[in-house]
């Protein structure tokens, strides 16, 4: 008889993705890996008709709160540090509790799943933000904004976080009774 099929694209029915959680893992620490190198080598590097400086994603934060903009770098430590790290933790959690008992429900951890989904689409911010300082500030040889390699590495380990997100199936959520002896 065979594998069943769409009616409308004739693509492969599946009850679930083989081998969601390796790709998930595998996405997911690859993402960790290159989020260090965006935290260590200069975001921008900013010359100017005198000096030229090189700046981190915090130390760029920190700056900018020194001159007095505490909310913009509120919004750079939060899209760029705290975002980025609940992100690994929340992907890892629901990783690793669909193999073990949990104190969320199968909702809660769904939730937590579609919350990590909306919040991919906004983690490019910092490079989008860093590509067009660059494209704006280029005032010949008084100054110029230039991404440094952090830019390369951050947008890799939104990527790959993405990916991992991505390649989450969160059918298996509910794929295991919950425990209600807790």
Not at 51 to 58: C, G, N, V, Y
Request: aromatic share 10%; hydrophobic share 50%; proline share 4%.
């Amino acid at each position: 008889m065979g594998q069943e099929r769409c009616s409308r694209c004739g693509s492969p029915l599946v009850s679930r993705r083989t081998r969601s959680l390796q790709r998930v893992w595998a996405w997911l620490f690859v993402g960790m890996i290159c989020y260090v190198p965006a935290n260590i080598y200069p975001m921008l590097r900013t010359r100017t008709l005198f000096m030229t400086d090189e700046s981190t994603i915090l130390g760029g934060a920190i700056e900018i709160a020194h001159h007095g903009s505490y909310g913009i770098a509120a919004i750079i430590i939060i899209a760029s540090v705290v975002i980025p790290i609940g992100k690994f933790i929340a992907i890892g959690y629901l990783a690793l509790s669909l193999r073990r008992q949990v104190r969320l429900s199968s909702h809660a951890r769904h939730k937590l799943y579609e919350f990590v989904e909306f919040i991919g689409r906004w983690s490019m911010i910092d490079v989008f933000v860093v590509a067009i300082l660059s494209s704006l500030v280029q005032l010949s040889s008084v100054a110029s904004i230039n991404p440094g390699p952090a830019a390369i590495t951050f947008a890799l380990s939104v990527i790959f976080t993405m990916m991992s997100a991505l390649s989450f199936d969160p059918r298996m959520i509910w794929d295991f009774p919950e425990d209600t002896t807790a």
